[in-house]
């Protein structure tokens, strides 16, 4: 079944054309990705799709009932209501479904219906038929999928009354994406869905999106996440949109190979378009040979000559050297303790930094990780423990925030007031090897999108030529192209890094290590992300086969290991709660299919006359009722314990 068409659509913004002829079309459960540069138009097609943009011509046919859920870019939730009850605002239609069927129980308990056979035939059908509709809209379920989905976002029962308007910026998007998903469009559009996201959630989503019932329409830059969710690429390029089949790593090999097939078309057509303009230069003027050049002429202005593969579209080029190198022990980090002012955040953190180290540094969101490289750098005191810094280090550091660039010089002269003996053509140079040019180095530092002040950032980073880069998220704010050069950039890169990412294609192609921060401390692990997941996964087992040998290990006895087999009784326990809550999830869920069909059984007329047996059914639906209150607080508990676990 088709859920979205799109044919032939244009559109331009006063003289500049920014789709044209687009074709595009969305099947029932597809996963479709919308990927290309930054200013293509992959947002702007996303919202004309929607309804929230108009368009010059073409056509966008959604079939008549199919329903459309779209979280726009930096979408955040603003409401006054509390977050569980903002979520229930989704599901008014069951409440009132719910309270209807409450009050057609109450007339069947009514002795006057009760005795009435006509009236008790027609309560019932009517009790019957909605109760069959309540079920099939997700009536017994809706809590335990409201709770699942604002757990996968980092929302726990702790927080359910939290009013919304005192949220931070990344929980009212975090909070807008739940309500969302909770809706359950037939068509889920998504604009980077995987912002203000940590590497957990990011892998929540994943699995929540695979197995999402409708159809899905993305544009994200996280290509990881790309690889793991989408079936199908379109390109946007040149205002127009291109069918890739595959993930985002099959769209990158087919583009590779069609890539090198068109330029050999190119170049073979601009050899023969060559040789005609030379035909034509050289026997135009003779009377023997004029007829033949002009025949030619009239062949080349005829032709419709291939345009480049390249086309306009420029790349940034730029590497990163260093001045001189460093001493083989670049950075010791001993019981260091970070956070602002008086209120700590992460603490017993330990960290050996070597000569061309590449370390990711992850863990989820607020546990100090960008905390922790502004102590680095002496943005921040620290609050405890020690940092060494080794011999001849030069340190330059890129801010996520980018919160230095906030001038109101023009680029130009923010680069150049920084290296005031280059020349301008010097600094003209550098700036279009970030793709400044023209009047783009005129432009103020604070009119810049963030891609560009992203660009300029990495620009003063590869002018200042220091052999340790600590980096906060750089690839935020890049478009893949972008975050392709910066990787190569990075991989020739010949001093030391220390980077945080949520980016785990980025983090593969680069680490050589991952450190793992927690409130507590800090684990590393010798290789790259894929590598950090497998040896998580190992260590957990091999602690689950240890604890199951030895079941009478206590507490006190771990206190007095080693910090890291401390943290995996930790992580064990973690791991035994998520257990026990999937299996209440579980049991909860039974017992709600058991609740629907007692309920559905006391609408049988076949037992309106059954005294005995109705009042059986009551009894056991009322057990069954009171049996789910008591797995539900179990369930509340056990969240709560995860949460301190976590905290």
């Known amino acids: 079944m088709i859920v979205l068409q799109v044919n032939q659509l244009y559109k331009s913004f006063i003289a500049d054309e920014i789709l044209s002829g687009v074709k595009l079309e969305v099947q029932h459960r597809d996963r479709v990705a919308l990927v290309g540069r930054n200013g293509a138009g992959k947002s702007t097609l996303l919202k004309i799709i929607a309804g929230q943009m108009s ?99 980092q929302f726990y029962p702790e927080d359910y009354d939290k009013a919304i308007s005192s949220l931070s910026g990344g929980q009212r998007t975090r909070l807008a994406l739940a309500k969302l998903l909770l809706s359950k469009p037939d068509l889920l559009i998504l604009d980077e869905p995987t912002n203000h996201l940590d590497i957990e959630t990011l892998s929540w989503l994943e699995t929540y999106l695979k197995g999402y019932e409708g159809a899905i329409l993305i544009v994200s830059h996280d290509r990881y996440f790309l690889d793991q969710v989408v079936s199908i690429v379109y390109e946007v390029s040149r205002h127009r949109v291109t069918k890739y089949p595959g993930n985002y790593s099959d769209y990158l090999d087919e583009k590779a190979k069609n890539y090198e097939r068109d330029m050999k078309m190119f170049e073979r057509q601009q050899d023969e378009k060559a040789k005609l303009e030379d035909f034509i230069q050289k026997n135009i003027a003779r009377a023997s040979t004029t007829k033949m050049a002009q025949s030619r002429r009239k062949m080349l202005e005829r032709t419709e000559w291939m345009d480049s593969p390249d086309g306009d579209e420029k790349s940034a080029s730029f590497g990163f050297t260093i001045d001189r190198q460093s001493g083989n022990d670049v950075l010791s980090i001993d019981g260091l303790a970070v956070g602002y002012g008086e209120k700590q955040i992460s603490s017993g953190i330990s960290l050996r930094t070597f000569r061309e180290d590449r370390i990711a540094l992850v863990g989820p969101n607020g ?89 300029l950032a990495l620009a003063k980073l590869m002018m200042q030529k220091a052999n340790f880069l600590i ?90 290991t080693s910090t890291s087999k401390i943290d995996k009784e930790v992580k064990k326990r973690e791991r035994q709660i998520r257990r026990s809550i999937e299996e209440l999830e579980g049991k909860m869920q039974e017992i709600d299919t058991e609740i629907a069909h007692l309920e559905e059984a006391l609408c049988n007329p076949e037992i309106f006359t059954d005294h005995e047996k109705i009042t059986q059914l009551q009894n056991e639906l009322a057990t069954s009722k009171e049996q789910h209150e008591l797995l539900e607080m179990e369930w509340l508990e056990l969240n709560e314990e995860l949460e301190n676990i976590i905290a």
């Open 471 to 560: 980096l906060d998220e750089p690839t935020n704010h890049l478009d893949l192209d972008s975050k392709e050069v910066l990787e190569n950039a990075l991989i020739d890169y010949p001093g030391t890094l220390l980077f945080v990412s949520h980016d785990r294609y980025f983090i593969n192609r680069i680490a050589t290590k991952v450190v793992e921060l927690s409130g507590d401390g800090s684990f590393e692990y010798l290789g790259d992300y894929d590598y950090y997941l497998e040896k998580k996964q190992e260590l957990l087992e091999i602690a689950q086969m240890k604890a199951a040998a030895q079941p009478q290990v206590h507490t006190e006895a771990l206190e007095k």
């Open 55 to 153: 368009y010059d011509s073409g056509d966008i046919i959604i079939p008549k009932g199919v329903q459309i859920g779209y979280l726009e870019q930096h979408a955040g939730l603003n409401s006054t209501l509390s977050i569980w009850d903002e979520m229930m605002t989704i599901f008014e239609a069951l409440h009132a479904q719910e309270k209807t069927l409450r009050s057609l129980e109450q007339q069947m308990a009514d002795p006057a219906i009760y005795e009435n056979a006509d009236m008790y035939a027609k309560v019932m059908s009517e009790y019957d038929q909605l109760q069959h509709d309540f079920k099939d809209a997700g009536g017994y379920q809706y809590e335990s999928d409201t709770r699942s989905v604002l757990h996968g976002m």
């Open 367 to 455: 546990v100090g990780k960008s905390t922790l490289l502004k102590t680095i750098v002496k943005d921040l005191p620290a609050l405890a423990g020690e940092i060494r810094y080794g011999t001849n280090v030069q340190i330059s550091y890129y801010d996520q925030e980018q919160a230095k660039l906030s001038s109101n010089k023009s680029v130009l002269k923010e680069l150049w007031d920084e290296w005031p003996l280059m020349n301008e053509k010097d600094i003209r140079t550098v700036l279009g090897r970030f793709l400044f040019s023209g009047e783009d180095v005129d432009k103020a530092v604070t009119s810049l999108s963030g891609g560009e002040k992203a660009r």
